[in-house]
């Protein structure tokens, strides 16, 4: 992708060590427009338990800007990550919800204090690895699904606001992750090998219920299935979520057959955990949901056509799923499926398409089970 009309501009790439935005900043570079780097920290972490990570991503953003001749530049935003996306992550948790923080370290860190801190630092733009496309329709910005399906990053994005994406810039959004890994090896990047971050954003790979388990104490209760029948005890229903079928500890449960158990539901005032059994169990399917706290990129909600006219993905990486959408009010909406979806969960992101462009979404509240052999709408 050229970015001409971005020549005198001073573009700021976030790097973090990873190919992604090793690659963007190249691309940027070799277009010949004013490029520099800013790491984030974001976690004040013991390194001697995750194996010094935060050291070797900055180490390692070093030699790119040595390698691509650009300044660099390093901001600690531990406090802002964690006001106002960390603190959110637990509380979640605490209600018995599996909340997303890559969507609010998206919204609030990257996208926000990053924002802003590149701009004090002079920049007219930034820019990151992630693979999505923005667009100008008349007055208005546009995102849009990135060119590689299995990478599009669209769905955590769609919290973004109009300013966020007039300043920002995705080099990678029209490119496949094979031909990124290609540049940077033809490139000699150091980066050309590096395995993808995976786990919590900025906090990295943990045994998650051991570093849960650090902010929320456990409090054991009761796993039961839907008519009261007691199988089991759980250390805390916060480590759990639905659809989860490792880790429940109640297999070979006498009289039940050798189906696998699957969490179906927490009951957070009861501090119980409802599981069912069977793969295909009907409570492991959700018709519709409901959803608050929503955000239109445009600024305002999709004007409503009637039938299936949207798609919604209630993960990341999941198909299209055709939906019909209706407002219930400025902050809530009902998702009803054309077909059921399984493990549809309470805390994550429900994000509305129409074609390729991300149009916004909210979080999910509830569910409603589905009746699988019936049409919705």
Not at 58 to 73: E, K, M, V
Not at 176 to 188: D, E, I, S
Not at 193 to 199: E, Q
């Given at each position: 992708?050229?970015?001409?009309?971005?020549?005198?501009?001073?573009?700021?790439?976030?790097?973090?060590?990873?190919?992604?935005?090793?690659?963007?900043?190249?691309?940027?570079?070799?277009?010949?427009?004013?490029?520099?780097?800013?790491?984030?920290?974001?976690?004040?972490?013991?390194?001697?338990?995750?194996?010094?990570?935060?050291?070797?991503?900055?180490?390692?953003?070093?030699?790119?800007?040595?390698?691509?001749?650009?300044?660099?530049?390093?901001?600690?935003?531990?406090?802002?990550?964690?006001?106002?996306?960390?603190?959110?992550?637990?509380?979640?948790?605490?209600?018995?919800?599996?909340?997303?923080?890559?969507?609010?370290?998206?919204?609030?860190?990257?996208?926000?204090?990053?924002?802003?801190?590149?701009?004090?630092?002079?920049?007219?733009?930034?820019?990151?690895?992630?693979?999505?496309?923005?667009?100008?329709?008349?007055?208005?910005?546009?995102?849009?699904?990135?060119?590689?399906?299995?990478?599009?990053?669209?769905?955590?994005?769609?919290?973004?606001?109009?300013?966020?994406?007039?300043?920002?810039?995705?080099?990678?959004?029209?490119?496949?992750?094979?031909?990124?890994?290609?540049?940077?090896?033809?490139?000699?990047?150091?980066?050309?090998?590096?395995?993808?971050?995976?786990?919590?954003?900025?906090?990295?790979?943990?045994?998650?219920?051991?570093?849960?388990?650090?902010?929320?104490?456990?409090?054991?209760?009761?796993?039961?299935?839907?008519?009261?029948?007691?199988?089991?005890?759980?250390?805390?229903?916060?480590?759990?979520?639905?659809?989860?079928?490792?880790?429940?500890?109640?297999?070979?449960?006498?009289?039940?057959?050798?189906?696998?158990?699957?969490?179906?539901?927490?009951?957070?005032?009861?501090?119980?955990?409802?599981v069912v059994q069977g793969n295909d169990h009907p409570l492991l399917y959700s018709s519709s949901l409901h959803a608050t706290r929503l955000h239109w990129i445009?600024?305002?909600?999709?004007?409503?056509?009637?039938?299936?006219?949207?798609?919604?993905?209630?993960?990341?990486?999941?198909?299209?799923?055709?939906?019909?959408?209706?407002?219930?009010?400025?902050?809530?909406?009902?998702?009803?499926?054309?077909?059921?979806?399984?493990?549809?969960?309470?805390?994550?992101?429900?994000?509305?398409?129409?074609?390729?462009?991300?149009?916004?979404?909210?979080?999910?509240?509830k569910t409603e089970t589905a009746n699988i052999t019936s049409r919705i709408c």
């Amino acid at each position: 992708m050229v970015y001409m009309e971005q020549a005198g501009k001073k573009i700021i790439v976030g790097l973090s060590g990873g190919v992604d935005s090793s690659v963007a900043a190249m691309l940027l570079k070799h277009q010949t427009v004013a490029v520099e780097g800013l790491f984030m920290k974001n976690w004040e972490e013991d390194d001697t338990e995750t194996g010094c990570s935060a050291a070797e991503d900055i180490r390692d953003t070093r030699n790119i800007c040595d390698t691509l001749g650009i300044p660099l530049h390093t901001v600690n935003l531990s406090a802002e990550y964690w006001e106002k996306v960390f603190i959110q992550f637990i509380e979640e948790y605490k209600a018995g919800r599996t909340p997303n923080p890559d969507v609010f370290c998206n919204q609030e860190i990257k996208f926000r204090a990053f924002l802003h801190h590149a701009l004090a630092l002079g920049a007219d733009m930034i820019a990151t690895g992630h693979y999505a496309r923005i667009q100008k329709q008349d007055d208005k910005f546009e995102l849009l699904k990135g060119t590689d399906c299995n990478k599009d990053q669209s769905y955590f994005l769609y919290r973004l606001s109009q300013e966020q994406l007039s300043r920002s810039l995705f080099p990678l959004g029209e490119m496949t992750k094979p031909q990124v890994r290609q540049l940077a090896k033809q490139a000699g990047l150091i980066t050309q090998d590096k395995k993808d971050s995976t786990g919590i954003c900025f906090i990295g790979e943990r045994p998650f219920k051991d570093f849960l388990s650090r902010f929320i104490p456990p409090e054991p209760g009761e796993i039961q299935t839907p008519d009261g029948t007691v199988i089991g005890q759980h250390d805390g229903i916060f480590y759990y979520t639905l659809g989860q079928r490792q880790g429940l500890g109640i297999g070979g449960v006498r009289n039940t057959g050798n189906a696998p158990w699957y969490v179906v539901a927490k009951d957070p005032d009861r501090n119980i955990l409802i599981v069912v059994q069977g793969n295909d169990h009907p409570l492991l399917y959700s018709s519709s949901l409901h959803a608050t706290r929503l955000h239109w990129i445009s600024g305002n909600a999709p004007a409503l056509i009637g039938g299936y006219d949207y798609c919604a993905k209630t993960r990341y990486r999941q198909a299209d799923q055709a939906c019909c959408l209706t407002l219930l009010d400025q902050d809530r909406c009902k998702v009803e499926f054309t077909h059921p979806q399984r493990s549809v969960t309470p805390g994550q992101s429900v994000v509305i398409y129409q074609g390729n462009q991300c149009l916004g979404g909210g979080i999910i509240a509830k569910t409603e089970t589905a009746n699988i052999t019936s049409r919705i709408c």
